[in-house]
């Protein structure tokens, strides 16, 4: 009889953890992580955070703040996803792109120096875990058998 294993569920953070502000550092170690609320735009679209922006921009002012939506998968890996948000005349950062999980808070990190320019851009992603040596020892392969091979 096979057995299913269920697969983690992948989900936003709600807090920064130690994981995500070691990414985030990698990514614009100028920038911090931050709570921004999820407020779905008039005429949003799923999946289409760059255009939302943009539009929301031209309704009511504002600009489009690039960055990455940061998340974790428990004890496996963070990962940030590129993203936009739109920043109000105020100053403040709103996700105006509507969600399929009922979130109404992401993790974003700010980017200083990434603009979108039309094209995919990959995810950025940190292992959380190490990967055991094959001898048995309990220490990550990095620390034991594996010194020197970088």
């Given at each position: 009889m096979m057995r299913v294993v269920p697969m983690p569920e992948r989900r936003t953070s709600s807090s920064i953890t130690k994981g995500i502000q070691k990414l985030a550092r990698?990514?614009?170690s100028k920038s911090e992580t931050q709570q921004v609320s999820v407020q779905p735009g008039?005429?949003?679209?799923?999946?289409?955070c760059f255009d939302n922006v943009r539009a929301v921009v031209r309704r009511h002012g504002g600009s489009t703040q690039h960055g990455w939506r940061m998340h974790e998968l428990a004890g496996v890996y963070v990962e940030g996803q590129?993203?936009?948000?739109?920043?109000?005349p105020e100053g403040s950062l709103v996700d105006v792109t509507p969600r399929t999980d009922g979130l109404t808070m992401i993790l974003f990190l700010p980017d200083s120096n990434a603009v979108w320019e039309g094209e995919d851009v990959p995810p950025r992603r940190l292992m959380l875990h190490e990967k055991p040596?094959?001898?048995?020892?309990?220490?990550?392969?990095?620390l034991c058998h594996g010194v020197g091979e970088d």
């Open positions: 990698q990514i614009d008039e005429g949003c679209s799923l999946g289409s590129f993203h936009a948000v739109w920043r109000s040596c094959y001898c048995g020892s309990g220490m990550p392969f990095k």
